[in-house]
């Protein structure tokens, strides 16, 4: 599995980002994002499986939304109403369901300025 994450970059406070990540192989997954803050550990941001079942974490939701789109196996990742605490290294994340193995894509950086 190979995952291609864009995206990201510098936005005021109160702005909106999109990150995209297409993955390879079987479209039978969860993919999402998580994001790293300097110093803190990786925590998850959202996730959406095959059959569009999502799941934020509490401080995103109402500001952040997950899609997908099967057919090219990719997630998109809508960001408003961005806040400073919103700035981290965010990485496009994917689990089998066939054999719940995990994969990583590389780190984009969002920067929140206030």
């Known amino acids: 599995v190979q995952l291609q994450a864009s995206g990201g970059g510098l936005v005021q406070a109160g702005g909106s980002l999109r990150l995209p990540c297409a993955a390879s192989?079987?479209?039978?997954?969860?993919m999402g994002w998580y994001r790293q803050a300097p110093g803190k550990q990786r925590d998850l941001v959202a996730t959406i499986s095959s059959g569009g079942v999502t799941n934020y974490a509490d401080s995103v939701k109402d500001r952040f939304t997950i899609s997908r789109e099967n057919a090219k196996n990719t997630v998109h990742l809508q960001m408003n109403s961005l806040k400073p605490e919103d700035t981290a290294v965010y990485y496009c994340y994917l689990r089998k369901l066939v054999d719940w193995r995990d994969y990583w894509g590389q780190g984009t950086q969002v920067t929140v300025s206030s």
């Open positions: 192989g079987s479209i039978f997954n969860v």
